[in-house]
């Protein structure tokens, strides 16, 4: 009989979860969680800021709150005046048309208004199922909309925490996407879904990078089941303890996603 095919385990985590989040912030941070865009703004941000840099997206979205002045505004205008609006941005062919239609079915659903502060006080599945009926709104959106905006114990898993997740063997080799947002829930504190969110893109950005890791630099590689073999050591070879690093002067290191915007743009 032909061998059995083993199965591809996913690697045994040898760091906590809080540790990891407080050896993270301590590198990058801190990370004051302040919401800064109400929920539709935020949708729209989301919207805007899909297969875009963060420079890019808050462009177009200054752009947009420049040409219309509001949010509401916006609702009215016709598919190419947000087209041209948010050109700045890239992918306004695509992005406009979104955003008019996840506009449009907010209005048609909640009695012609765009306050969706209500999705606070819901429970958090039955708040993500409300926007995930949005269309153009999936699990990362739903979590972004409601960690950033409301400070709900969402997840929002983008490239850069499931890469990270992965190599920590906080989720398996063949664990999708979509289902990462529900197995990190599960396993992440509430109240440290903030902040395991922003160290963990911060982290994926600056150090544990896709195609060139860091290792050297990062103070977690003592608890990472993958280093050995991303960088081609022994087996027998210990990873060094992680080296203090100074934390960065000056300027905080600025939050994954969403600018502020001003009272007027409201």
Known sequence: MPPKTRAKKAKTPTIAIPEAIRLLTDQYGPFPQEPRLDPAHEMVFTILSQHTSDINSERAFRSLMNRFGSINAVTQANVDEIE???SVGGLAKIKAPRIKAILTR???LNEDSLDLSFLAEMPL????AWLRQLPGIGPKSAGI??????????MAIDTHIYRVSQRLGLIGPKVNVDKAHDLLEAVVDPEQVF???VCFVTHGRQTCKALRPLCEDCVISFGCPSRERIQGLSKDTKPA????KQRRKGKLTQLPHTPQITEQEK
Do not use: R
């Open 84 to 86: 041209s609006a948010i």
């Open 106 to 108: 907010v209005l048609e």
């Open 125 to 128: 599945d039955e708040a993500k």
């Open 145 to 154: 909309i409601l960690n950033f905006s409301l400070g709900m114990p969402a």
């Open 195 to 197: 902040p395991f969110h």
């Open 241 to 244: 303890a992680p080296k203090q």
